[in-house]
């Protein structure tokens, strides 16, 4: 039996188009751990394999094998074991057990274990847990049930959950992007009493501190520049507080440097963002580089403004199928249509507009420049300058349908799942 080098896997594996995703929408990120799979079945080793090369897993180290659990035992009887050893078995009975104990045989005590088995059996998932297995997934599994059985394992009650990701970005510069995703944090933090992350990071030129009346004299540039000092501790130092429940990452707002970053600049504080919060809310400037690129590959939801013309219909058409590309078991992106109905403008018509990009409209936003030039110039609100106008009403219903308040989530599928935490509990002899 030959096993692949984790560091070489993501590489070797294309998304395997009759995999059953699950409910993806909750599943949060893997930690940065090793986790090795054996695997009996097909459609298994298909499962771990699409999951493999999910966004979710970009830091874990994942190799994906055939050989169950004794493919397994032969293996780390010369070979260190990982963070997890996900098994699966077709086995029920005291063959079972026994493979399993030599399983044991070969573990470092802090090894967790997942097995995937083909029997809806309380008894035995019972006896597998009272023998230290971590978690017992029935067959068919589905990515959500083998991702939120690793998450649930590894997370850290410390820590916590992490928070959402939700990434606003404009299809043009001018779009409204900026303005709609302040206010879509306030809208969050006001209407949900949650807590609220925002973060600006159009260096050069972002406006959240002025749309939010805010003159910090720290932000997001303090944190990008000096990524050895990123921790909970420095956050909570550079962030500004616009209410109750929102704060804000701010842009220095200035030309004193250039601001060019490497691919993964700014995933320190994002990520540590998201462990302190419940929502964070990305202001992405215009632009493509690396780590635009890398930012919305990480985004739990992406959200793109634009307006109703062809160059907008064009860029919003390359942002979509790139970003859909590089996020194949997300959500696809939320469409907002901003600056509708502009005096003497030939505009495309919305629906036309939407069903060249294959999406709904999450949100249309009329032309109603004294209204958002009052806000600007006061640093208020859509819904503080104006709190009947029926922009309020669209950017609640926006609200609701990005934090998935406006739906009911169907239950996830899968194995027991109410015991977690529990090593293998034996030595290696």
Same mark, same amino acid.
């Given at each position: ?7 070489? #896997? ?5 998304? &395997? ?32 394999? @699409? %999951? ?7 830091? $874990? &180290? ?9 493919? $397994?035992?032969?293996?780390?009887? @010369? /070979? ?10 077709? &086995? ?5 057990? %026994? !493979? ?16 995937? *088995? ?13 023998? *230290? ?26 820590? *916590? ?15 409204? /992007? ?12 006001? @209407? ?11 260096? $050069? ?38 209410? #109750?429940?929102?704060?804000?990452? %701010?842009?220095?707002?200035?030309? !004193? ?13 994002? !990520?540590?963002?998201?462990? @302190? ?18 930012? +919305?590959? /990480? %985004? ?57 990009? *294959? ?35 669209? +950017? ?10 406006? #739906? ?22």
């Amino acid at each position: 039996m030959s096993v692949t080098n984790p560091e070489n #896997e993501m590489s070797m594996y294309d998304v &395997h188009s009759d995999v059953d995703l699950g409910d993806m929408s909750d599943v949060r990120p893997i930690p940065r751990i090793t986790i090795q799979c054996f695997c009996e079945t097909e459609a298994v080793r298909q499962t771990l394999e @699409t %999951a493999a090369s999910d966004r979710r897993m970009s830091r $874990a &180290h994942i190799s994906v094998n055939m050989g169950g659990i004794l493919g $397994a035992v032969n293996f780390y009887g @010369t /070979s260190p074991t990982p963070n997890l050893i996900i098994v699966e078995t077709r &086995h029920a009975d005291e063959s079972l057990m %026994a !493979e399993l104990g030599q399983l044991a045989d070969v573990c470092d005590a802090d090894t967790k274990v997942i097995v995937v *088995g083909h029997f809806n059996d309380i008894l035995l998932y019972r006896e597998l847990i009272s023998n *230290g297995i971590s978690e017992y997934l029935v067959a068919p599994v589905t990515m959500a049930d083998i991702m939120s059985s690793i998450s649930g394992i590894f997370s850290s009650e410390q820590n *916590g959950k992490l928070g959402r990701m939700m990434v606003f970005m404009g299809a043009k510069g001018g779009a409204g /992007s900026s303005t709609i995703c302040h206010n879509i944090a306030w809208s969050i933090s006001s @209407t949900y009493r949650n807590e609220v992350v925002l973060t600006d990071l159009d260096l $050069a030129f972002g406006t959240a501190n002025m749309n939010l009346d805010q003159d910090p004299t720290q932000g997001v540039a303090d944190a990008v520049f000096s990524p050895e000092r990123v921790d909970d501790i420095l956050l909570d130092r550079l962030l500004a507080k616009c209410a #109750e429940h929102l704060s804000l990452l %701010a842009a220095p707002s200035t030309l !004193e440097r250039t601001y060019d970053f490497d691919a993964n600049a700014f995933m320190p504080i994002l !990520e540590i963002s998201q462990k @302190t919060a419940p929502s964070v809310i990305v202001d992405l400037p215009n632009q493509w580089n690396g780590w635009t690129k890398q930012v +919305l590959s /990480s %985004a739990d939801e992406v959200i793109i403004t634009a307006e109703p013309e062809l160059a907008n219909l064009r860029n919003a058409k390359n942002l979509i199928d790139t970003i859909t590309e590089i996020r194949p078991n997300d959500n696809p992106c939320k469409l907002v249509m901003n600056k509708v109905g502009v005096p003497k403008r030939a505009e495309i018509s919305v629906p036309e507009f939407a069903g060249a990009l *294959g999406l709904e409209v999450s949100a249309t936003v009329p032309f109603d420049p004294a209204l958002f030039s009052k806000a600007a110039n006061n640093g208020q609100m859509i819904s503080e300058a104006d709190p009947k106008s029926p922009i309020v009403n669209s +950017l609640l219903e926006l609200t609701q349908i990005i934090t998935g308040k406006a #739906e009911v989530r169907s239950a996830k599928k899968g194995g027991l799942s109410f015991l977690k935490n529990i090593s293998l509990g034996k030595k290696k002899q």
